[in-house]
């Protein structure tokens, strides 16, 4: 759902995309889809040389955990500037700071509560790895398929929420953000982006 989206954005704006998947589509001139399984570090590595930046937005369900790690470690690996799209778990309440959301069932119900806890490990293994020109994007509560407005709030290790409670983006609108990081970098590793 993200990717695409991202695909579709940095596209729109002009950027040349390789959009790599095991089964890639693509008919813009500016993308280029690029078969590759993202177990397999050498193709990966050989996909991605010569590339700017990369975008990791990759989820399995049911949650594989390691191949979640493993894909963003081999990433990182390649020193390249890296914009991982993550999950909300990873951050503060916004009315108990000292509670992560993948920790407090008003936003993780128990039964994605795996969902929450590969996207931490996925973190940990960022802040743990050498190459530092990361940055790990956390959406709000609810993400889902919707309109392109191109406007949203930024914030960053906390959980944002609109007056009414709600902590929501379209995927179209976390896409407008993550080409907006990636065309100018804000400076911390890790953010969250939300409706107004």
Avoid at 11 to 24: D, E, Q, T
Avoid at 30 to 49: G, K, Y
Avoid at 108 to 133: D, K, N, S, T, Y
């Amino acid at each position: 759902m993200v990717g695409s989206r991202v695909i579709t954005e940095a596209a729109g704006r002009g950027h040349r995309i390789r959009a790599l998947s095991r089964k890639p589509a693509g008919d813009h001139p500016h993308i280029t889809p690029v078969p590759v399984d993202a177990t397999d570090t050498d193709a990966l590595r050989a996909a991605l040389t010569g590339v700017d930046a990369v975008v990791v937005a990759v989820r399995t369900n049911p949650v594989d955990e390691p191949f979640l790690v493993g894909t963003t470690v081999a990433v990182l690996d390649l020193g390249i500037r890296t914009l991982v799209v993550g999950g909300a778990g990873v951050l503060r309440s916004p009315a108990e700071p000292d509670l992560l959301v993948a920790d407090n069932p008003a936003y993780v119900p128990a039964e994605i509560r795996p969902v929450a806890a590969a996207g931490l490990a996925q973190l940990a293994a960022c802040r743990a790895h050498p190459h530092h020109a990361w940055t790990y994007l956390a959406p709000p509560a609810l993400l889902e398929p919707g309109t392109r407005t191109g406007t949203y709030r930024r914030g960053t290790d906390t959980l944002l929420t609109a007056s009414d409670g709600r902590s929501w983006i379209s995927a179209e609108d976390l896409a407008v953000a993550a080409v907006d990081e990636l065309e100018r970098p804000g400076g911390e590793q890790l953010i969250t982006v939300a409706h107004r």
